[in-house]
């Protein structure tokens, strides 16, 4: 495939308050690849799309099509030049059938004597759909579909709005093994009917398997672009993704084991996750790989009282935790720092001062009163110790970088003064250099004695951190691996189960 | 001014005093209603005397009073559609009461709890029962006024001691009328729990996420009946004044009672989606609609053409503020 590219984007900078988040990138698509952008989480690669779809526009750079120059300032202006984007999230309305989606705002096309001809419209859904090689009916309910279903009659709806260029953000997430490969040929028949695909996806596996080309980013710059997926090896590439070792960011503490904090005994939510078992113990770092969707998060969030389970017991500190509720969890000395910072960590619209101190206001306060003065000086302090940069710690966290709203869902948690901690996805969506303050602060955590579970999707982060790394998949828990044995391989086959790896 | 931190930022954004100013949360608010003051006092030159400005306080006393449970319910991200059903139901269950021969004190106390009781039903209705406040407290507009009218058998009862209405309704504190120093009393006792207390600080966590404010281990269910459990308390009062001040207790009293005080509420920057949101603010909505009340009454507008200009100040302060916040 040695063809000129007809999209080139040269150039391309954009940086947000506080973040450069590129630096004059350049990349081009050609017709009929699957060209894959690869980076850690806060490489530029959702900056670089979101470019592409028309959501940001970019600071300095040029994008051409054909030679000619584009501007994508608007959502539409990038659909009316082919660009499609199937995010994570689907914009698809649950309530309207899969033809009312797929041609939802093209109705015009379907007027039969002034009312829409629902006939023809499910006769041209279902060509679109079968040559995608799927059978839905044209007639069910978008809430009815499964999230694989939901995502071709995504595809479906970009087809029909004549795209020319795909752009997937991590489609395969929320998807089986099997649905990724049915995934897998959709995106060949696109390729082979003339359209190009730009794909983003952390594992390595599927960008072997489908892509063409790969560009690598970090930090915000183009490392490097692959005209094949084997033109390095796959160790290298990880190298060329993350920039130095992994050694190098994630030093390891060694600790002393302490005493068990955490007994969890075949903990059960029907439909959930099943039968649970596991054990913290002081100075640990836990680690829970899987994919999402394996019921880790939901796990953490049964034994941390967020949300119910119908059997099983937990231990928390040598007692049986019963009718368990966060306030109950905190005032004995859990915490947890959700998956989600902003819809679950932080209140957007108060301040710094005010979230940091929201879990234990018992500490600076009596009945009648908060001590403004009391709430200065812990605040201070644990904006000192995690480096959050701030003007005022009276700022609203919702104007914080995504980074700095990290730490101080970090700060919630220390101020808690808690024996245990559960990160869940600590470091997702937040720059590398504040990345490795968490991993230090994670590392100061343990040798303090306190009992820490770690989950994550970012497999080096799991094998950095942990001394121990429980897999779980479909709800139940399928290995368990100490840090010596652990590689990526083998926590990943575990994660896929028979069949997901080569 | 405390707790300015929850809602604006200036602080942080401006850059000169004048701007500082501009970007104060309530600016707007205070530039209105100096306005309709300074139009006021050239038309009619009643308005700016003193006699008339405490004239002002007394007739939006009640409406203060309720506001203030509104607004806490509203920082919660709840809606009280029963403020006016609750005035009624509280003032009758006292007027019965004070018929009954009971003694002055224990007859405000049941009628402080009733309008407790109400608010605790709301309370678990909304966050145990997951009924959206707008429906629960929907219900309870209909049912206080039925309970009310039950009670009464439809007829107003009056004539009541007159150490009670002294003290409630038509007595002084030096030169201040009583409705207008409990109503400012409620106020400053509000403002103070919401900006200086744990429990204001949850109010105002649940409202910005309520979420988020569990995981951080508050008690949401616990702090939302609490909170209208309050809203209930400031009805019963308002309740009190009412029938004080009329020598009265009606079952229809009260009626679009809970639409001044959202009203006066929203004027005053709270936000109804939740956690944005001063007692400060509300008594500024409260007396920008009192302000035009009198003003209007002494010009002798006709109450038809009154209520048109009130619809529109009411959006167009929201309006303004809206526009500003975005610019």
Redesign the interface.
């Known amino acids: 495939m040695d063809q000129k590219p007809f999209l080139v984007m040269k150039n391309i900078s954009k940086s947000f308050p506080g973040v450069q988040a590129l630096k004059s990138v350049d990349f081009d698509l050609r017709k009929s690849e699957v060209h894959c952008i690869l980076g850690e989480n806060g490489a530029g690669k959702s900056t670089l799309i979101k470019i592409l779809s028309g959501a940001l526009r970019e600071d300095s750079g040029v994008i051409t099509i054909d030679g000619e120059p584009v501007t994508l300032d608007s959502p539409r202006k990038a659909h009316e030049l082919g660009f499609a984007t199937i995010y994570q999230e689907f914009n698809l309305c649950p309530n309207l059938s899969v033809a009312e989606n797929i041609f939802l705002g093209e109705e015009k096309g379907f007027k039969k004597r002034g009312i829409i001809d629902r006939a023809k419209m499910r006769e041209k859904s279902k060509e679109y759909l079968s040559k995608l090689g799927v059978n839905i009916l044209p007639s069910a309910k978008i809430s009815s579909l499964t999230v694989a279903q939901q995502q071709v009659v995504e595809i479906s709806k970009a087809l029909s709005k004549g795209a020319k260029i795909i752009i997937m953000d991590e489609p395969t997430a929320a998807l089986s093994g099997d649905e990724v490969n049915k995934l897998f040929n959709v995106i060949r028949y696109l390729k082979e009917n003339g359209v190009s695909i730009v794909y983003i996806s952390h594992r390595l596996d599927e960008i072997f398997e489908i892509g063409d080309r790969i560009t690598i980013l970090r930090d915000g710059n183009k490392v490097r672009t692959l005209e094949s997926t084997d033109e390095v090896p796959r160790n290298e590439l990880v190298a060329l993704m993350v920039g130095r070792k992994l050694e190098d960011w994630i030093p390891k503490v060694k600790t002393e084991k302490g005493k068990e904090i955490l007994r969890v005994s075949n903990l059960s939510r029907a439909g959930v996750f099943e039968n649970i078992s596991f054990s913290l113990y002081q100075g640990e770092v836990l680690g829970f790989s899987g994919l999402v969707g394996s019921g880790r998060t939901e796990v953490m969030r049964a034994i941390?009282g967020?949300d119910p389970y119908d059997e099983g017991t937990i231990w928390f500190d040598g007692e049986e935790i019963k009718k368990s509720?966060?306030?109950k969890?905190?005032?004995s000395g859990m915490y947890?720092l959700?998956e989600n910072r902003k819809?679950?960590?932080?209140?957007?619209?108060?301040?710094i001062?005010?979230n940091i101190t929201?879990?234990?206001?018992?500490r600076i306060?009596s009945?009648?009163?908060?001590s403004g003065r009391k709430e200065r000086e812990v605040v201070n302090h644990h904006k000192e110790e995690l480096s959050i940069k701030t003007?005022?710690i009276?700022?609203?966290v919702k104007?914080l970088s995504g980074g700095n709203q990290q730490k101080c869902v970090l700060a919630?948690s220390l101020y808690?003064e808690s024996k245990m901690l559960i990160f869940d996805e600590p470091t997702r969506g937040i720059d590398v250099g504040t990345k490795s303050e968490i991993y230090d602060l994670i590392n100061r955590l343990v040798v303090d004695g306190i009992g820490v579970i770690v989950v994550s999707s970012e497999l080096p982060e799991i094998l950095g951190l942990c001394d121990r790394i429980i897999i779980m998949r479909e709800g139940i828990i399928v290995g368990e691996v100490e840090r010596e044995q652990a590689t990526q391989e083998l926590v990943m086959q575990l994660a896929l189960g028979e069949g997901g790896l080569d | 001014m405390p707790n300015v931190?929850?809602?604006s930022?200036s602080?942080?954004v401006g850059k000169s005093s004048f701007r500082d100013l501009l970007v104060s949360q309530y600016f707007v608010i205070i530039v209105i209603l100096l306005s309709l003051g300074i139009i006021m006092s050239f038309l009619s030159p009643v308005f700016l005397t003193t006699r008339n400005l405490l004239n002002v306080l007394l007739q939006t006393s009640i409406n203060i009073t309720v506001a203030v449970g509104v607004t806490m319910v509203i920082l919660t991200g709840g809606i009280d559609l029963g403020v006016g059903s609750v005035v009624a139901l509280t003032g009758v269950t006292l007027g019965a009461m004070l018929k009954a021969n009971v003694p002055i004190p224990f007859a405000f106390l049941i009628a402080v709890l009733v309008g407790a009781l109400t608010g605790i039903i709301n309370g678990l209705l909304v966050s145990k029962g997951r009924v959206p406040a707008f429906v629960a407290t929907l219900g309870m507009m209909s049912a206080a006024r039925g309970l009310s009218l039950i009670i009464t058998g439809g007829q107003s009862i009056y004539v009541f001691p007159k150490s009670f209405l002294n003290f409630f309704g038509i007595g002084y504190l030096w030169f201040i009328p009583m409705p207008v120093v409990i109503a400012a009393v409620v106020v400053i006792v509000a403002q103070y729990s919401l900006s200086?207390?744990?429990f204001g600080?949850?109010v105002?966590?649940i409202g910005?996420?309520a979420?988020?404010?569990?995981?951080?281990?508050?008690?949401v269910t616990l702090m939302i009946v609490i909170t209208y459990l309050i809203a209930g308390i400031t009805y019963a009062i308002g309740g009190t004044i009412l029938t004080a001040r009329l020598n009265s207790a009606q079952p229809i009293a009260g009626v679009g009672y809970e639409l001044d005080a959202i009203a006066a509420a929203v004027i005053g920057g709270t936000s109804l989606s939740g956690?944005?949101g001063t007692i400060w603010g509300t008594v500024l909505g409260a007396l920008i609609m009192g302000v035009l009340r009198n003003g209007l009454n002494l010009l002798n507008i006709s109450s038809y053409i009154q209520q048109v200009l009130i619809g529109t100040v009411i959006v167009g302060a929201v309006l303004i503020d809206r526009m500003r916040n975005k610019a």
């Open positions: 941390f967020a509720a966060p306030s969890l905190i005032a947890l959700p819809d679950q960590g932080l209140i957007l619209q108060m301040s001062c005010q929201l879990p234990k206001l018992e306060s009945v009648l009163k908060i003007p005022s009276r700022r609203l104007f919630k808690s | 931190d929850v809602s930022d602080k942080q200086q207390t744990r600080r949850y105002y966590a910005g996420n979420e988020a404010a569990r995981l951080a281990g508050v008690k956690g944005i």
